[in-house]
């Protein structure tokens, strides 16, 4: 036994050398730069720094290299990671209606207030092979005009509505309770739209997508409408004690999207636009979409609608859609299971017997 123990303890060893073999490659190429990372391969980064909880992309780049590109691996090195930092203090909620916008568009009205700001996006790109980039950086790209971004806040799509009172309004109640922390207290049901949120914000985006997808396909009562997706920095502020007011502390990237859902009402409520609603850290707009689609099917119980579909029901969406549980559940048949596989295969070996002499079987029992 304890050379076994020994002789697998070397095995894992090697694996590690072997690992990181791998992870370098050819070292006739030049190594991959976690700046690299950060600077070239946003949209991987910004997934990670969202469905890790860390606002950071250096840690997130780092994360990507150290596990050769595997998001959800470095998602998971990322909240490792974030498990050991100290909690220094609790930021105020974001105003995103300061957002300095890099992209705004709606599916919604046509010509908006502050305008259309199409921004950075692969919607109308032909989805061909670009070639030229195997030329490894030597063609020099021709520097993009900068947009027309409006420098004071612009209105929501969602406050155009509101002035016809077509859409539904969540005004804060008074004395309304800080949300529960998911990091520091496990998810019950039922889960409130605060905490549903929190899930989904650090939920797998490619479960949320097929969710989202699903609600579309008729499995939920809902009609979407994009009613506004923005795309910019934000300043995030904190209270210090020693102050009693506001101050900034720095600027984040997000992407935050209001989907506009036609309701027919209820004993309650008259026939309105409902919502639903999706946030992520940096330039996440199929997280941001697919969260919100999946945030308005959670809400049906509350606003009267049948729960019939998997989207619409609390405990299977957001009990299924952390990629890092679901990774470790799956991942972990890979591990030794000799003694429970041993004892369900003299299981069956006892069923076969009894199945091919069901007469002897019956007498020896009543023996």
Avoid: W
């Avoid at 950071?56 to 990507?64: G, H, T, V, Y």
């Avoid at 420098?151 to 309004?169: A, K, S």
């Avoid at 049948?306 to 890092?324: R, W, Y």
């Avoid at 048949?333 to 006892?350: A, G, I, M, N, T």
Wanted: net charge negative; charged share 25%.
């Amino acid at each position: 036994m304890y050379v076994a123990v020994k002789g697998g303890e070397a095995a894992i060893l090697n694996s590690y050398q072997l690992l990181a073999r791998q992870r370098r490659g050819d070292v006739s190429q030049p190594e991959l730069s976690v700046a690299q990372i950060r600077q070239q391969l946003k949209l991987a980064v910004d997934r990670v720094m969202t469905e890790g909880s860390v606002y950071d992309p250096e840690l997130a780049a780092l994360a990507i290299k150290q596990a050769a590109g595997d998001l959800v691996e470095a998602i998971f090195l990322l909240r490792a990671y974030r498990a050991t930092l100290p909690r220094l203090g609790t930021t105020c909620a974001l105003d995103t209606s300061r957002m300095v916008l890099d992209r705004r568009i709606s599916a919604t009205f046509k010509d908006l207030p502050g305008g259309q700001v199409l921004g950075p996006t692969y919607d109308y790109t032909q989805r061909l092979l670009d070639f030229k980039l195997l030329a490894e950086g030597m063609v020099t790209q021709p520097a993009a005009a900068a947009a027309a971004v409006p420098p004071d806040p612009t209105p929501r799509v969602v406050d155009l509505l509101n002035q016809e009172g077509l859409i539904e309004t969540r005004p804060v109640p008074p004395g309304d309770p800080a949300p529960t922390d998911l990091t520091r207290e496990p998810l019950r049901f039922p889960a409130n739209r605060a905490t549903r949120l929190q899930n989904l914000a650090r939920g797998d985006e490619g479960f949320l997508l097929a969710m989202a997808y699903s609600t579309q396909r008729g499995y939920s009562h809902s009609h979407p409408f994009v009613g506004e997706v923005r795309l910019g920095t934000v300043a995030v502020e904190v209270v210090p004690e020693e102050l009693g007011f506001a101050i900034e502390i720095g600027d984040i990237e997000i992407t935050e999207c209001e989907m506009v859902n036609q309701f027919a009402g209820s004993k309650s409520q008259p026939p309105q636009f409902t919502r639903g609603y999706g946030l992520a850290f940096g330039h996440s707009e199929r997280k941001a979409m697919a969260m919100s689609l999946v945030d308005r099917a959670l809400r049906a119980d509350e606003l009267g609608e049948p729960v019939e579909s998997p989207a619409q029901m609390q405990e299977f969406v957001l009990g299924h859609s952390d990629s890092l549980e679901a990774s470790g559940f799956v991942q972990h048949l890979k591990l030794p299971h000799y003694v429970d596989f041993q004892s369900e295969l003299e299981l069956v070996r006892k069923m076969r017997a009894a199945a091919a002499h069901p007469t002897t079987t019956a007498e020896e029992d009543a023996a």
